[in-house]
């Protein structure tokens, strides 16, 4: 799991990065919670997220959005975490030109950006959705969501209630095409406190049923 430096639009990101065994391995980018509430790539979630990815032989790609641990420049509310996210899928892309599949991945504020990067970014194959903000942030840019994927999040959130992700889901389940697995972890909050092997379950069966391959010949 080497550390990288990756130029980004205000300076140095710093990132975590493995690279699939596969020459056209598929590659996932993995977003962390708020830069200013603590969240880095670091986090509990990410991780769970990233690791979920590894052994199934993608290329994964974890980072400090700018201003987190040594990543430079500042927080810019969004808009500047979006340009950081596309230029970590830039990286990704650039080692990985051959990729097989490309996934997204965000845990709460980090999924607000990669929502907006999946509807940037056409290639994008799927995301997984933790802890989505939607009574915080404005989710209104799905319209419509172009890929399927996974939203997960705790029925103890203390953050987001359970109403404001569930109106999310049915928006998006209502498009043509797109088929949104919603999942409520019992007994988890918004960042899954000694709930995140009950998260990394839920996980791993969307994306064995996702992908039709099950921790296959690439793990080999």
């Known amino acids: ?40 790539m670091s986090n509990k979630i990410v991780f769970t997220l990233y690791q979920a990815f590894t052994k199934r032989g993608y290329s994964a790609l974890r980072f400090n959005f700018r201003g987190v641990g040594r990543s430079q420049g500042a927080y810019d509310k969004g808009e500047g975490e979006l340009a950081d996210a596309a230029a970590a899928l830039d990286w990704l892309q650039t080692y990985n030109p051959n990729a097989s599949l490309c996934w997204i991945a965000g845990v709460s504020f980090g999924s607000w950006i990669g929502m907006q990067l999946l509807m940037r970014r056409p290639e994008i194959d799927g ?29 103890k959130d203390e953050l987001v209630p359970n109403a404001a992700v569930q109106k999310l889901v049915n928006k998006l389940s209502h498009q043509k095409d797109i088929r949104i697995d919603h999942r409520v972890v019992p007994g988890a909050n918004h960042f899954f406190l000694n709930r995140t092997d009950e998260l990394a379950r839920e996980v791993d069966d969307y994306l064995d049923r996702a992908l039709g391959n099950p921790l296959a010949a690439v793990a080999e």
């Open 1 to 40: 799991m080497p550390e990288v430096l990756i130029n980004g639009p205000a300076g140095r990101l710093e990132g975590r990065y493995t690279h699939g065994k596969l020459a056209n391995a598929p590659v996932a980018l993995l977003l962390h919670p708020h830069p200013q509430h603590g969240g880095t």
């Open 127 to 155: 995301f997984i959705t933790v802890s989505p903000p939607a009574n915080m942030f404005d989710f209104s840019f799905l319209a419509p969501c172009p890929s399927s994927g996974l939203i997960v999040h705790g029925d």
